[in-house]
């Protein structure tokens, strides 16, 4: 008895010290200040793009550019930098750990009569233009890996402002190739693409 | 003795069958093109094989083609527009480049020589250099220098090792026959590592994928 005791009270103690403020509805306060933003299970809300179903390295590492202000476009400026100011690296690697975890659902908001277009040059590029394939590194669908995103399924509005903040020259010193590649897409071909992924499940 | 005659064998056949590739570009094709397309093309290729040619892990792993032989680069390219190697980003890529363009972009690339990206298991790699050097005799793999030399450098058709990411090494020889040679009435010189690829088991590949790997 006083053994099975013992034991239930290491487990808790093991729970408390890696979930370190849990809330009323067993949400750690961490994911909560996320979740104000980002929407409830993280499927994004208004500016802020759905975190759920993320890879897991992207997502700490995009925390880590906020930190540096490396990613430095208005939004995030205005919220990331000061949201991400105080998070501690290990916070910083649940959070993107516990995200990737739920399951995400395809926005769904982009034109549907462009998708069709942005579905070719996603997959195969233009090669006529000297535009590379996304599926190379995103996967054919969208999918991502490790630090590479997931895109399928994010918002229509937040790929394309994303995709043309890389043309205005804003988070430059993100890793090549991206900023490379996006500051040459034209806003045909933007507005294409993050209406084709938008759907994409 | 069997062995012995696969590497005899080997050598003659890839000069059969590498005198017997369709012709390459003439050079007076050269000026088909002006400077500026030929940078544009060089930068498109760069923005997935690497800035300096050392290859990119993206999705798939993503061939670095610094130092790579001129030849076997215009090879490659051919085979993707002609569906005997299978491979629809390449095909998309490969499709629309002239045969001066070819020629021109596998010159650039044969002559660049970045540091190679590395990261296979250092563990691997003492395994992976004796069957690189000796083969495997119990299982008919021949030595991989025989053909592709004591550096892994490769010499006209057959390709550069040195350098290239493990895992890009490793799908290659796990997909061999279902990317390679896929026009069964025109064999190519693809088809020499068939057997080969074959008889190598799993480990095996990744012993010699991360041995190349690190190869300067």
Redesign the interface.
Same mark, same amino acid.
């Not at chain 2, 990119?56 to 798939?60: D, E, K, L, S």
């Given at each position: 008895m006083v053994k099975f005791v013992i034991l239930k009270a290491a487990v808790l103690a093991l729970i408390v010290s890696a979930v370190p403020a849990l809330a009323g509805n067993m949400e750690p306060a961490s994911v909560r200040n996320c979740t104000w933003c980002h929407g409830e299970s993280a499927q994004g809300y208004a500016p802020a793009p759905r975190l759920a179903g993320q890879r897991p390295r992207y997502s700490e590492s995009q925390l880590l550019s906020f930190r540096k202000h490396t990613r430095d476009n208005p939004f995030s400026k205005q919220y990331m930098w000061g949201a991400a100011a105080n998070l501690s690296p290990s916070t910083a690697h649940y959070l993107a750990f516990y995200f990737s975890k739920q399951l995400p659902k395809a926005a769904n908001d982009g034109d549907k009569g462009l998708a069709a277009a942005g579905k070719t040059l996603f997959?195969?590029?233009d &090669?006529?233009s000297?535009t590379?394939?996304c599926?190379?590194?995103?996967?054919?669908n969208a999918?991502?890996?490790?630090e590479?995103p997931r895109l399928g399924g994010l918002s229509y509005y937040y790929l394309k402002r994303k995709l043309t903040q890389w043309g205005e020259g804003y988070h430059a010193a993100a890793k090549? &190739?991206m900023p490379?590649?996006a500051s040459k897409l034209s806003s045909n071909e933007i507005e294409a693409l993050a209406s084709y992924l938008s759907f994409v499940k | 003795m069997k062995v012995s005659s696969i590497r005899l064998a080997l050598p003659t056949a890839i000069l059969v069958i590498a005198f017997s590739a369709a012709g390459r570009a003439q050079d007076t094709d050269a000026a088909k093109f002006s400077r500026q397309s030929l940078q544009?093309?060089i930068?498109?290729c760069t923005?997935?094989h690497g800035?300096s040619g050392q290859g990119?892990?993206?999705?798939?792993p993503?061939p670095r083609l610094g130092g790579q032989q001129t030849q076997y680069i215009e090879n490659q390219l051919q085979a993707f527009i002609e569906h005997r190697r299978e491979n629809?980003?390449m095909y998309?890529?490969a499709?629309?480049l002239s045969p001066a363009m070819r020629t021109a972009l596998a010159k650039h690339f044969s002559k660049l020589n970045p540091k190679p990206l590395g990261g296979a298991p250092k563990g691997l790699v003492v395994t992976g250099k004796k069957i690189y050097e000796d083969g495997i005799p119990e299982t008919n793999v021949p030595a991989c220098m025989a053909c592709h030399g004591a550096e892994a450098k490769g010499q006209e058709a057959i390709p550069r090792l040195a350098g290239q990411l493990n895992d890009y090494i490793i799908n290659k020889l796990a997909n061999w026959n279902k990317e390679r040679g896929q026009i069964p009435s025109r064999p190519d010189i693809s088809a020499i590592m068939l057997p080969t690829s074959h008889n190598l088991t799993k480990a095996q590949v990744a012993a010699v994928a991360a041995y190349v790997g690190y190869l300067k």
């Open positions: 997959e195969d590029g &090669p006529a000297n590379v394939s599926a190379v590194c995103h996967g054919p999918e991502g890996i490790g590479i090549a &190739p490379r590649i | 544009a093309k930068e498109y923005t997935c800035l990119y892990h993206g999705f798939y993503i629809r980003y998309s890529v499709h629309v």
